[in-house]
């Protein structure tokens, strides 16, 4: 009797156990086709770019806690790069690693990064193709790898940013360095340095070492500006105290501008400020003339005050005159027909790509569709009309326009494209206009503005579950809010230009300035790492000089 109760109370356990079994089994199976179900639900986003765009779109999505979004992004660089230093990174005031930041720190382990580079985006079949290198290694053998794939997506960020725009002027590609990325930067730091090694070898003449140390900056805009002052802190503060064969005489610094001023898109006085303190720093400012050819070891520019051609000798000639749009975004506009004639992609209010539901454009890939910035400039033009003859100096016209051009950042170009010296009738001007209407950028290619699309597009992704098909009808739109520009003029100076925030200033200029430059440039950085390297590096610079050794 025993034994037979014995049997029928395991028989009882096995069945409870079973039947737990079972429901737990059940229970893990739901789970999983949940999970597999809110899998299926995400929202496919595809991030092209790792730039100031993308980055500030990802950390303003905040991944960790958004369940919505299944996230990949493309990008050659597995690096944020903090561009605005990159003018001391090619000088060896900072060091180029404490300005760049890994990209996977931003990523969450659910979403991935691939280190390729996006060739086509197939708008119809909602597929970007992209490619990667073929490493060639030593000890490992990928030949036969494809080299191309495809990645599909419901909603694509385009945030590949610009390239350098040469303007067609012959000769730029062959003969001149570029500052737009971190590779750029070293190239330059190693170029100064073998250059003066050069010239200080036992056997170089004065023509050598006068040829070898001409460096010329191509460009008088903000990043011209501050590299040719990094330049003159690099050589004058460090280079000329450890180079015996080398002259002070040997050496020359020239800048190159079609304005008859540098950095244009600032305040008039402010430029003038740094105009005069460029001529004082011993910088030679050759203005008023554009470029027409680069050629070995010369620059060919055409005098506009004088109409005549002249040579400009350079050992190292760099290019910093601006951008035009990246051959993916061409590709794209030529796809689509609502994009005609713009020098970027022309997006709406809320960044989306016009004539798509799907894609969005920020940063400097993109520029948001102009507003009533063109009457408002007509406006302007009639208010300075003061004597009523239909007439205005060009000068004249520039300062209208730049009075006003804290509300609309668009004017700062409109009065940089100004026929130079010239008296214009309201006809001239707004022929002018039409002209511009189909390159004008609505707001300016900056850090600032693709930060701040950034933050704007992953704060609405964050707070409506944006799927591809369309916008939510509450959705607000993109506001630029201009926070000012600053720039570095060499001798521990700065200018700052303030935006809207600071309205009540004009402007700000010298050495006080210069401290705030430096500790702007430390908070902005994309981490605390970052911001105690730049911190650090700065630092040093000002305690032991310059690192001008070749590594
Ligand atoms: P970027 O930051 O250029 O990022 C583009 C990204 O796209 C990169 O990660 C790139 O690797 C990636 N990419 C490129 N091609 C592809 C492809 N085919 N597929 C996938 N990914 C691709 N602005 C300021 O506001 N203040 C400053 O002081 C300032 N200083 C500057 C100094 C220098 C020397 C330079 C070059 C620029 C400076 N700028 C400054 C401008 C600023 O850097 C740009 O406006 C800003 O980087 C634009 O951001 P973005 O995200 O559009 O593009």
Same mark, same amino acid.
């Given at each position: 009797?025993?034994?037979?109760?014995?049997?029928?109370?395991?028989?009882?356990?096995?069945?409870?156990?079973?039947?737990?079994?079972?429901?737990?089994?059940?229970?893990?199976?739901?789970?999983?086709?949940?999970?597999?179900?809110?899998?299926?639900?995400?929202t496919k986003i595809v991030i092209l770019g790792t730039g100031w765009g993308a980055t500030s779109f990802l950390n303003a999505l905040k991944l960790k806690k958004n369940p919505l979004?299944?996230?990949?992004?493309?990008?050659?660089?597995?690096?944020?790069?903090?561009?605005?230093?990159?003018?001391?990174?090619?000088?060896?005031?900072?060091?180029?690693?404490?300005?760049?930041?890994?990209?996977?720190?931003?990523?969450?382990?659910?979403?991935?990064?691939?280190?390729?580079?996006?060739?086509?985006?197939?708008?119809?079949?909602?597929?970007?193709?992209?490619?990667?290198?073929?490493?060639?290694?030593?000890?490992?053998?990928?030949?036969?790898?494809?080299?191309?794939?495809?990645?599909?997506?419901?909603?694509? =960020?385009?945030?590949?940013?610009?390239?350098?725009?040469?303007?067609?002027?012959?000769?730029?590609?062959?003969?001149?360095?570029?500052?737009?990325?971190?590779?750029?930067?070293?190239? @330059?730091?190693?170029?100064?340095?073998?250059?003066?090694?050069?010239?200080?070898?036992?056997?170089?003449?004065?023509?050598?070492?006068?040829?070898?140390?001409?460096?010329?900056? +191509?460009?008088?805009?903000?990043?011209?500006?501050?590299?040719?002052?990094?330049?003159?802190?690099? @050589?004058?503060?460090?280079?000329?105290?450890?180079?015996?064969?080398?002259?002070?005489?040997?050496?020359? =610094?020239?800048?190159?501008?079609?304005?008859?001023?540098?950095?244009?898109?600032?305040?008039?006085?402010?430029?003038?400020?740094?105009?005069?303190?460029?001529?004082?720093?011993?910088?030679?400012?050759?203005?008023?003339?554009?470029?027409?050819?680069?050629?070995?070891?010369?620059?060919?520019?055409?005098?506009?005050?004088?109409?005549?051609?002249?040579?400009?000798?350079?050992?190292?000639?760099?290019?910093?005159?601006?951008?035009?749009?990246?051959?993916?975004?061409?590709?794209?506009?030529?796809?689509?027909?609502?994009?005609?004639?713009?020098?970027?992609?022309?997006?709406?209010?809320?960044?989306?790509?016009?004539?798509?539901?799907?894609?969005?454009?920020?940063?400097?890939?993109?520029?948001?569709?102009?507003?009533?910035?063109?009457?408002?400039?007509?406006?302007?033009?009639?208010?300075?009309?003061?004597?009523?003859?239909?007439?205005?100096?060009?000068?004249?016209?520039?300062?209208?326009?730049?009075?006003?051009?804290?509300?609309?950042?668009?004017?700062?170009?409109?009065? +940089?494209?100004?026929?130079?010296?010239?008296?214009?009738?309201?006809?001239?001007?707004?022929?002018?206009?039409?002209?511009?209407?189909?390159?004008?950028?609505?707001?300016?290619?900056?850090?600032?503005?693709?930060?701040?699309?950034?933050?704007?597009?992953?704060?609405?992704?964050?707070?409506?579950?944006?799927?591809?098909?369309?916008?939510?009808?509450?959705?607000?739109?993109?506001?630029?809010?201009?926070?000012?520009?600053?720039?570095? @003029?060499?001798?521990?100076?700065?200018? @700052?230009?303030?935006?809207?925030?600071?309205?009540?200033?004009?402007?700000?200029?010298?050495?006080?300035?210069?401290?705030?430059?430096?500790?702007?440039?430390?908070?902005?950085?994309?981490?605390?790492?970052?911001?105690?390297?730049?911190?650090?590096?700065?630092?040093?610079?000002?305690?032991?000089?310059?690192?001008?050794?070749?590594?």
């Amino acid at each position: 009797a025993a034994s037979h109760e014995d049997s029928n109370a395991y028989r009882w356990a096995a069945l409870v156990g079973l039947t737990g079994a079972l429901v737990t089994g059940a229970a893990a199976f739901a789970s999983q086709a949940d999970a597999l179900e809110q899998e299926q639900k995400k929202t496919k986003i595809v991030i092209l770019g790792t730039g100031w765009g993308a980055t500030s779109f990802l950390n303003a999505l905040k991944l960790k806690k958004n369940p919505l979004y299944d996230v990949q992004v493309v990008s050659p660089r597995n690096y944020f790069l903090f561009s605005p230093l990159l003018p001391a990174a090619a000088t060896g005031t900072v060091d180029t690693k404490s300005i760049v930041d890994p990209i996977r720190g931003h990523l969450d382990r659910s979403c991935n990064y691939f280190k390729a580079e996006a060739l086509q985006i197939n708008h119809k079949e909602k597929t970007v193709t992209c490619c990667y290198e073929k490493p060639v290694w030593r000890t490992c053998d990928l030949a036969g790898k494809d080299k191309v794939f495809d990645l599909s997506y419901d909603v694509l =960020i385009v945030a590949v940013g610009a390239v350098t725009n040469t303007f067609g002027v012959p000769g730029v590609t062959d003969h001149c360095f570029f500052l737009k990325s971190a590779e750029d930067a070293k190239a @330059i730091r190693e170029r100064v340095n073998a250059c003066f090694e050069l010239a200080n070898l036992p056997d170089s003449t004065e023509e050598d070492r006068k040829r070898l140390l001409s460096f010329v900056v +191509a460009g008088g805009g903000p990043t011209g500006t501050e590299l040719a002052a990094e330049l003159n802190d690099l @050589i004058f503060e460090d280079m000329i105290r450890y180079f015996p064969r080398v002259q002070r005489s040997d050496i020359s =610094i020239r800048q190159i501008d079609s304005h008859d001023h540098i950095l244009s898109a600032f305040d008039r006085s402010i430029s003038a400020y740094a105009t005069d303190h460029f001529r004082r720093s011993g910088i030679d400012l050759i203005l008023n003339c554009r470029i027409k050819a680069v050629e070995e070891n010369r620059v060919v520019v055409l005098d506009q005050t004088k109409n005549e051609m002249r040579q400009v000798p350079f050992g190292t000639c760099i290019w910093t005159t601006g951008i035009r749009m990246h051959p993916l975004a061409e590709k794209l506009a030529q796809q689509l027909q609502a994009q005609e004639h713009w020098r970027s992609l022309k997006v709406d209010r809320h960044l989306l790509v016009k004539g798509t539901q799907d894609i969005f454009a920020l940063g400097d890939a993109s520029t948001i569709e102009q507003e009533k910035v063109f009457s408002h400039a007509e406006e302007l033009f009639e208010e300075g009309d003061t004597n009523h003859d239909g007439k205005l100096s060009s000068e004249e016209l520039q300062d209208l326009l730049m009075r006003e051009r804290k509300r609309y950042p668009q004017l700062i170009e409109i009065a +940089a494209r100004v026929p130079p010296n010239s008296e214009l009738t309201k006809e001239d001007f707004q022929g002018h206009l039409a002209e511009l209407d189909k390159s004008l950028r609505s707001v300016p290619a900056t850090a600032q503005v693709a930060h701040q699309e950034g933050h704007y597009l992953g704060k609405l992704f964050r707070k409506h579950h944006i799927s591809g098909s369309g916008l939510p009808e509450d959705a607000p739109e993109f506001v630029y809010n201009n926070k000012g520009s600053l720039a570095y @003029i060499g001798g521990d100076k700065a200018v @700052i230009d303030p935006g809207e925030a600071m309205n009540f200033l004009k402007y700000i200029k010298g050495w006080f300035m210069g401290f705030g430059w430096k500790s702007a440039e430390i908070a902005m950085q994309a981490s605390l790492k970052n911001q105690l390297a730049v911190m650090y590096d700065f630092m040093k610079t000002k305690m032991f000089g310059r690192d001008i050794s070749d590594i």
